[in-house]
């Protein structure tokens, strides 16, 4: 079985981010409801749009705090290359768009 990682998130900035995945979420149930009232698909891809972007952001933020912080601390620990190398991988997973 695989170890889980956990990183403590400050609640502020737990909140920020689920906040902003909430309104994702209901942006696909928009885009459902779209689908469902056929809508115009131009209508739709925007809205596609707009969510790939979002979630864009969302990852790129995490991955901030990520650098500043579990990474930092890894260098500073002496597991530098490890952590910049599973931050390399899931980034070129992330780029693949």
């Known amino acids: ?4 990682k956990l990183t403590h998130r400050p609640d502020n900035e737990k909140t920020k981010i689920l906040n902003r995945l909430k309104r994702i979420e209901g942006q696909v149930r928009g885009i459902q409801k779209m689908v469902d009232e056929d809508r115009y698909c131009v209508d739709i891809l925007v809205q596609i749009s707009a969510i790939e972007s979002a979630l864009h952001n969302v990852g790129l933020g ?7 912080h579990c990474v930092t601390d890894a260098v500073k620990s002496g597991d530098g290359d490890a952590s910049i190398d599973e931050l390399m991988a899931v980034l070129k997973q992330f780029s693949k768009r």
């Open 62 to 68: 995490i991955t901030e705090k990520h650098m500043k």
């Open 1 to 4: 079985m695989e170890e889980v």
